[in-house]
């Protein structure tokens, strides 16, 4: 009786290949390309959203304002400012409020809202305006409800 040995079939070795050194630099150049087309595009877009954000609090304002004026015959004037549109001042006759919903809001860099009551820019009504970002009123960051001459 011939015995035959069971002999072990090793599949055939298969070879690995990793990426190139010209491949991975090309992926590199690919996205350092596609990043310096994306990025510029979006740089900025944060402050945009912030200038936004305070115009449209300041139309909020203009329209409480507005009920307001309209329920007590005129804007709120000193010390009360804003907060006349969420507590009644002790002057104020016809005052059906609260005007907001919540609280008067800080600007989207954390400082509060100018308002002056008559105005230097509305005499016959009020001034409100955000400092902007950096925070100094009068300068051309400032976000206002007034047309400004853009230097």
Known sequence: MKCKTNMIRQAPKQKRRAFTLVELLLVLVILAVLAGIVLPKFAGRGE???KTAAQSQISMFATALNSYEIDTGS???GKAGLNALMQQPSDAQGWKGPY?????PM???GHPYVYECP??????SYDLY???GNGRTGDEDD??????DKR
């Open 143 to 148: 976000i206002t409800n007034w047309k400004q």
């Open 48 to 50: 945009d959203a912030k």
């Open 100 to 104: 907001l919903e919540h609280e008067v």
């Open 119 to 124: 105005g230097k820019h509305n005499p016959t």
């Open 130 to 132: 955000s400092a902007g």
């Open 75 to 77: 804007y709120p004037k």
């Open 107 to 109: 600007d989207p860099w």
